[in-house]
Structure formats: C-alpha cells, structure tokens
C-alpha cells in the first residue's frame, strides 16, 4: 500500500510567492495531520483534521498560513505570501481514526526555503 | 500539559554495541500512548516503536525495545547489535488516550561508528 503522498519534495521560492504543499493521506485514514520541523523549534503541530474538518488549527502560525481537505484524499498547506523564515521542511501524516488513539504515518516531508 | 523530555542531543556508539535512548514525560493522565519514531538523514519520520501505557510487558521489534517505567514517567529506547542504517535522530513522542496530538522530544542525535 502507498503511504502518506506529499508534493513537491522540494520547493524554493522567493519571498512574497504564494506556496501551495499538497498531501494524500493513506486511503482509509480518517484523520490528518500538517507539522513543521526547524532546527530552532523543533517539530511542531500546525493544524489537524477529522473526517475532513478542521479540529485544532492552534498551531498554525498566523494569517499566512491556511489549510484545506475538501476531501478524504487531498489536503493543501498554503502560505501567502512566504517569508524567509518559513524555511522549514513540513510533514504531513495520517491516522486510521478519531475514536481510539493510532500511530500517526507520516510523509516524506516537503523542504521548503525562502529567499 | 504534557511534556516530553529527551535529555541526551547526541549519542554515537560503535557498531555492534547495544545503545539506550533516554526519555521521560509529564502527564496526569492515566491513559496514554508512547512512541518512537526515527529521522535518518532523509528526513522521512520512520515509527520504530510505540508502548501502550496499561500494557505492562515492553514491546519489541526486532532489534529495537523499551523500558517502560510507568511509575517513574521514564521510556527508553534500546537498540541492540547497531547497525550504521541506524544512525539518524530519535525522537520520542507522547499522546493521551482521545487526544490525537502527539507531544514530541527534542530529539537525539544517534551515530553507529563503523
């Protein structure tokens, strides 16, 4: 079976460009998970989805940052515009379901840099 | 709220040899999930091990278990017969029961000297 799918692997772009990362969550996994890992504040929850809705957006950073699963396969992490110090690589991962505790599968991550 | 602690940044032992991994954690809850997840330097987040807290026998996979001291807040990674695939970082990880966030360590730098 695939595991957690994020595009692209590697991105680089200049400040004030919009970033779009994108994630498919393993097929049956109900729930998704969006973190950023900087050397300087380790790994970080951003945001986190039910069955498709936003449950705990506490993390996301600020205005920037936005988050969307229109559906149970498809996730985007948007940042607009970026700045340098949104460099960072960012994971997404998945979880079969909401109603008892799973191991959360995570992607191969998308190292994004800022100029 | 709860904490996890990896007190150790970095660790390099030689190939072969047996290395434990240190972590412990701060919770009131009762109920709870611990895991440790490897980040070699492909950056993949890779599950190596995950204990149930009302589970009293530690797990194991292979070559890697736990101790799990439920009474001292304290669950540690040991790596038998290392091998240099698992140089990488280590990262211990922490969610309660219902509670779907997970609550990382800072990590720890693992080496395997050839």
């Known amino acids: 079976d695939a595991g957690v799918i994020q595009s692209p692997r590697h991105e680089v772009t200049e400040m004030g460009q919009e970033v779009t990362l994108r994630c498919k969550p393993i097929?049956?996994?109900?729930?998704l998970f969006w973190y950023r890992q900087t050397m300087m504040r380790g790994l970080e929850l951003l945001i986190y989805f039910n069955n498709n809705v936003p449950i705990d957006d506490s993390g996301m950073p600020e205005d920037r940052f936005s988050a969307k699963m229109p559906n149970a396969s498809f996730s985007t992490l948007k940042i607009q515009p970026s700045e340098p110090r949104d460099s960072a690589v960012y994971f997404c991962?998945?979880?079969?379901?909401?109603?008892?505790?799973?191991?959360?599968?995570f992607g191969p991550g998308t190292r994004l840099l800022v100029l | 709220a709860q904490t996890v602690t990896q007190s150790q940044p970095e660790m390099s032992v030689q190939e072969a040899e047996t290395v434990t991994l240190s972590c412990t954690y701060d919770?009131?809850?009762?109920?709870?999930?611990l895991f440790w997840y490897k980040q070699p330097p492909s950056r993949q987040m890779i599950l190596v091990i995950r204990?149930?807290?009302?589970?009293?026998q530690n797990a194991t996979e292979n070559r890697f278990s736990v101790n799990f001291q439920k009474a001292a807040k304290s669950f540690s990674l040991k790596i038998s017969d290392s091998q240099l695939g698992d140089t990488a970082m280590y990262f211990c990880?922490?969610?309660?029961?219902?509670?779907?966030?997970?609550?990382f360590g800072t990590g720890t730098r693992l080496t395997i000297i050839p």
């Open positions: 204990q149930e807290a009302y589970k009293q």
């Open positions: 991962a998945s979880t079969p379901t909401a109603s008892q505790v799973e191991t959360q599968y």
């Open positions: 097929s049956g996994h109900n729930s």
């Open positions: 919770t009131s809850e009762n109920n709870y999930y």
């Open positions: 990880a922490f969610n309660s029961h219902g509670n779907e966030k997970l609550t």
